[in-house]
């Protein structure tokens, strides 16, 4: 009996006993029936006692009894009694503390304050990691400092080159990269998963050791979502895979409108006898920056050239030569568009070699329907440049596309990074958190500002005077394609009609013009005169 007051007065020995077995103890024995009834207690507890079952129970228990044989049995229905109203009582309080603490979570979660609650602990979510690939001169972590994905996740900026990369991807698992950098002297070893790239490099040169064509075949493989897309950059390891496409767009809108320069192109050299004209550019290959490309005068010359195709063992294509005024580039970055002008004035025939001048002119209706045309390649392209050459003859033609790894150019490189990182935001925070940001309904378009005043904007009224609204800014470093230009703003709608196609005449009289009305005093009226004029001569004599 002390065993049994012990295990009843333990609260978790009574609290683990099945519902109603302590009114199944003081229910008494029917009469009439015998201890080996068929039937089974679970069978018992499942039919719930009647009323006057339980008047009949009370009755005996709480009659006197006689002898000792009615002490024998009032004495354990008491004891029993009195501990199963104990267990009452017990499960009643559990059922008060359960009560009170769901009321308590339920407030807690509705915001509104309790006294005896504690605040929520705030979600502590796992960053996003964003891979760019790029080199160490422009520092992206800097560009995504302090910037959410939907103001709760945060961007880890993960930095390499290709060359510092290595990769594995699983079907399930996803892309796991393993990178080595070497920052300041101090080896740096990292393996993470990322979940967006950026990629700024040339994943494909025919330079020994620089062909990471496998790496993104396998960022591909591992679904890793970028900009542009991994599809796309893994076309444009070709130029003339790309230039096919720009064959359709010329066959589709015309030559009018699509300027395309004529392009020949051989498997190998075995099919480079000649050439109907003289002279030719050959491009060897899959190259950048002006790498393979040689101007051949005469067919003995092309003769040689086919000699090096072969020993290179690669493709060749054969362009005419075009003598240019200057080359023209169109940038489209989203939805932001930008055009340069370069003029050589070193006399080399490659414009992006030796010195040469920047300038910013104005976005026009033909140049946005080229870049336009070309960034629906591949299933679309978020960052790509048009470049084109504007020949003496006057006529335009267009002779390369690039992607996302083009070269930034001009003082606006800042702003270009800038409008780089809010597009990437952007578009990760719709592909991994299915957000989705609203565009502006219409383009933004820089537009040069006048030479000189690098606080004014140009007007409408002044762009359709037919000015060329540029500034220029010599260079003379040869291994860079371009150099900083001018710092342009935005203009009228106006402005996109103007034709950048003038005589260097025109642009000094022009820019002599509008620099005196720009002026608010004499002294700073003579000061952008001389400052407008030896611009204006240095491109007269740069012919």
Same mark, same amino acid.
């Given at each position: 009996? $002390?065993?049994?007051?012990?295990?009843?007065?333990?609260?978790?020995?009574?609290? $683990?006993?099945? $519902?109603?077995?302590? !009114?199944?103890?003081?229910?008494?024995?029917?009469?009439?029936?015998?201890?080996?009834?068929?039937?089974?207690?679970?069978?018992?507890?499942?039919?719930?006692?009647?009323?006057?079952?339980?008047?009949?129970?009370?009755?005996?228990?709480?009659?006197?009894?006689?002898?000792?044989?009615?002490?024998?049995?009032?004495?354990?229905?008491?004891?029993?009694?009195?501990?199963?109203?104990?267990?009452?009582?017990?499960?009643?309080?559990?059922?008060?503390?359960?009560?009170?603490?769901?009321?308590?979570?339920?407030?807690?979660?509705?915001?509104?304050?309790?006294? $005896?609650?504690?605040?929520?602990?705030?979600?502590?979510?796992?960053?996003? %990691?964003?891979?760019?690939?790029?080199?160490?001169?422009?520092?992206?972590?800097?560009?995504?400092?302090?910037?959410?994905?939907?103001g709760e996740y945060e961007i880890r900026v993960e930095q390499a080159e290709f060359s510092e990369i290595n990769l594995a991807s699983y079907v399930n698992s996803g892309c796991m990269v393993d990178m080595q950098v070497n920052k300041g002297g101090t080896k740096v070893v990292r393996s993470f998963k990322p979940d967006f790239v950026l990629i700024r490099q040339h994943a494909y040169s025919m330079?020994?050791?620089?062909?990471?064509?496998?790496?993104? %075949? #396998?960022?591909?493989?591992?679904?890793?979502?970028?900009?542009?897309? /991994?599809?796309?950059?893994?076309?444009?390891?070709?130029?003339?895979?790309?230039?096919? &496409?720009?064959?359709? /767009?010329?066959?589709?809108? #015309?030559?009018?409108?699509?300027?395309?320069?004529?392009?020949?192109?051989?498997?190998?050299?075995?099919? !480079?006898?000649?050439?109907?004209?003289?002279?030719?550019?050959?491009?060897?290959?899959h190259a950048h920056a002006g790498m393979g490309k040689i101007k051949v005068e005469n067919q003995q010359d092309f003769q040689d050239i086919t000699s090096v195709v072969a020993l290179a063992g690669t493709y060749a294509t054969t362009?005419?030569?075009?003598?240019?005024?200057?080359?023209?580039?169109?940038?489209?970055?989203?939805?932001?568009?930008?055009?340069?002008?370069?003029?050589?004035?070193?006399?080399?025939?490659?414009?992006?070699?030796?010195?040469?001048?920047?300038?910013?002119?104005?976005?026009?209706?033909?140049?946005?329907?080229?870049?336009?045309?070309?960034?629906?390649?591949?299933?679309? /392209?978020?960052?790509?440049?048009?470049?084109?050459?504007?020949?003496?003859?006057?006529?335009?033609? %267009?002779?390369?596309?690039?992607?996302?790894? !083009?070269?930034?150019?001009? +003082?606006?490189? +800042? +702003?270009?990074?800038?409008?780089?990182? +809010?597009?990437?935001?952007?578009? !990760?925070?719709?592909?991994?958190?299915?957000?989705?940001?609203? &565009?502006?309904?219409?383009?933004?378009?820089?537009?040069?500002?006048?030479?000189?005043?690098?606080?004014?904007?140009?007007?409408?009224?002044?762009?359709?005077?037919?000015?060329?609204?540029?500034?220029?800014?010599?260079?003379?470093?040869?291994?860079?394609?371009?150099?900083?230009?001018? %710092?342009?703003?935005?203009?009228?709608?106006?402005?996109?009609?103007?034709?950048?196609?003038?005589?260097?005449?025109?642009?000094?009289?022009?820019?002599?013009?509008?620099?005196?009305?720009?002026?608010?005093?004499?002294?700073?009226?003579?000061?952008?005169?001389?400052?407008? /004029?030896?611009?204006?001569?240095?491109?007269?004599?740069?012919?």
């Amino acid at each position: 009996m $002390n065993y049994l007051r012990r295990r009843l007065s333990d609260s978790s020995f009574v609290a $683990n006993l099945p $519902n109603g077995y302590m !009114m199944d103890l003081q229910r008494p024995t029917p009469p009439g029936s015998s201890t080996s009834s068929p039937a089974s207690p679970a069978t018992e507890r499942r039919q719930p006692p009647s009323i006057p079952s339980q008047t009949q129970a009370s009755g005996p228990t709480s009659g006197p009894t006689s002898g000792s044989a009615s002490g024998s049995i009032s004495g354990p229905g008491s004891f029993l009694s009195s501990f199963s109203s104990v267990v009452k009582s017990a499960q009643m309080a559990q059922n008060v503390a359960a009560a009170a603490h769901a009321k308590s979570a339920a407030t807690a979660a509705e915001g509104a304050p309790t006294g $005896n609650s504690q605040p929520p602990k705030p979600v502590i979510r796992k960053p996003k %990691i964003l891979l760019v690939i790029d080199d160490q001169h422009t520092d992206w972590a800097k560009y995504f400092r302090g910037k959410k994905l939907n103001g709760e996740y945060e961007i880890r900026v993960e930095q390499a080159e290709f060359s510092e990369i290595n990769l594995a991807s699983y079907v399930n698992s996803g892309c796991m990269v393993d990178m080595q950098v070497n920052k300041g002297g101090t080896k740096v070893v990292r393996s993470f998963k990322p979940d967006f790239v950026l990629i700024r490099q040339h994943a494909y040169s025919m330079v020994p050791g620089e062909d990471f064509r496998n790496l993104v %075949i #396998g960022l591909h493989f591992g679904d890793v979502p970028s900009i542009n897309s /991994l599809f796309s950059i893994y076309n444009f390891c070709s130029k003339p895979w790309v230039f096919s &496409q720009m064959i359709k /767009l010329y066959h589709s809108l #015309g030559p009018e409108k699509f300027p395309l320069n004529e392009q020949t192109f051989y498997p190998n050299h075995t099919q !480079m006898v000649t050439t109907p004209t003289y002279p030719v550019v050959v491009k060897m290959g899959h190259a950048h920056a002006g790498m393979g490309k040689i101007k051949v005068e005469n067919q003995q010359d092309f003769q040689d050239i086919t000699s090096v195709v072969a020993l290179a063992g690669t493709y060749a294509t054969t362009e005419p030569y075009v003598q240019s005024k200057y080359d023209i580039r169109i940038q489209k970055i989203g939805n932001n568009y930008k055009a340069y002008m370069r003029t050589s004035i070193s006399g080399n025939w490659k414009a992006n070699t030796g010195s040469a001048m920047l300038e910013q002119i104005a976005m026009t209706d033909r140049y946005r329907l080229w870049v336009d045309s070309c960034a629906e390649m591949f299933g679309g /392209l978020d960052i790509c440049a048009v470049k084109a050459v504007h020949g003496k003859d006057g006529n335009d033609y %267009i002779i390369e596309v690039m992607d996302s790894s !083009m070269p930034l150019i001009g +003082e606006h490189v +800042e +702003e270009d990074r800038q409008l780089i990182t +809010e597009l990437i935001i952007n578009k !990760m925070a719709q592909v991994l958190l299915g957000v989705s940001t609203p &565009q502006p309904s219409s383009v933004k378009t820089t537009q040069p500002r006048r030479g000189g005043h690098r606080s004014a904007s140009a007007s409408p009224s002044q762009s359709a005077q037919g000015s060329p609204q540029r500034a220029r800014s010599a260079t003379t470093s040869p291994s860079q394609a371009f150099q900083p230009g001018p %710092i342009p703003a935005s203009s009228g709608p106006g402005a996109q009609k103007q034709s950048p196609q003038l005589n260097k005449s025109q642009s000094l009289t022009n820019t002599f013009t509008e620099t005196l009305r720009g002026t608010v005093t004499d002294d700073e009226a003579k000061a952008e005169t001389i400052r407008s /004029l030896r611009q204006s001569f240095a491109s007269l004599f740069s012919d």
